[in-house]
């Protein structure tokens, strides 16, 4: 699993002039926003984690290959926010859904659904949306389950409830992503119409593996 690095920022407000210190409190409750999303992926991934040494003792197999998480820059954030029109603030950040993200990558298709169904019938997560990219590919040809949960977090004096987002995909659906994400990325146009039918259809012949591969699985 990957985490990203926390970088705490703690507002020293002693000593500051009291024209900034309602900018300083503000900056102070966006930084402990931030250590809530950090709190809520660690929920979740340690939830996954045991679900996944659980299968691993039960049936000497583990449906979770990887998991790479983050949580959004703080500078990505407040562009989201700008960009959504909500003034820029802490209260704000609850209205983002994918501030706290987890890719969790599996070996089958299978054990996408499995892993997903197990971690919403917890009782104290609470599924907000599933959008299914698998069953419903994108027009590019991306493929994954998405997920948008409530996890309770527990602090000192009370408890919050954060969303995190999931992307649940098999290893080529993330090869394919990762690519495909890589070559618009360092392309300063448009990909072509030719390029884009291409990029699908390697998409399509990856799925196609992935349902080969898992056939493969299920025989042995």
Not at 31 to 47: D, F
């Amino acid at each position: 699993m990957i985490l990203e690095k926390k970088n705490d920022l703690n507002i020293d407000m002693q000593g500051m002039p009291s024209s900034l210190e309602p900018l300083a409190s503000e900056m102070q409750a966006i930084m402990e926003m931030r250590n809530l999303y950090h709190s809520a992926i660690r929920e979740v991934s340690t939830k996954l984690e045991i679900l996944d040494d659980e299968f691993q003792v039960k049936n000497d197999y583990n449906p979770i290959h990887h998991m790479e998480c983050r949580v959004k820059s703080l500078q990505s954030t407040m562009e989201k926010i700008e960009k959504k029109g909500f003034d820029i603030c802490a209260d704000s950040m609850k209205k983002i859904t994918d501030i706290a993200g987890i890719r969790v990558i599996c070996n089958y298709v299978d054990d996408i659904y499995k892993i997903a169904e197990l971690l919403i019938k917890q009782d104290d997560i609470e599924l907000v949306r599933e959008r299914d990219y698998i069953e419903h590919p994108k027009e590019s040809g991306y493929r994954s389950l998405h997920l948008i949960v409530i996890v309770p977090v527990f602090l000192a004096e009370k408890t919050e409830k954060v969303p995190v987002e999931l992307q649940i995909r098999t290893i080529a659906m993330d090869t394919w992503a990762s690519l495909e994400h890589e070559l618009k990325y360092k392309s300063n146009e448009d990909l072509s119409e030719e390029a884009v039918k291409s990029l699908r259809q390697c998409a399509e012949d990856m799925a196609a593996i992935d349902e080969k591969m898992q056939r493969i699985h299920k025989k042995l």
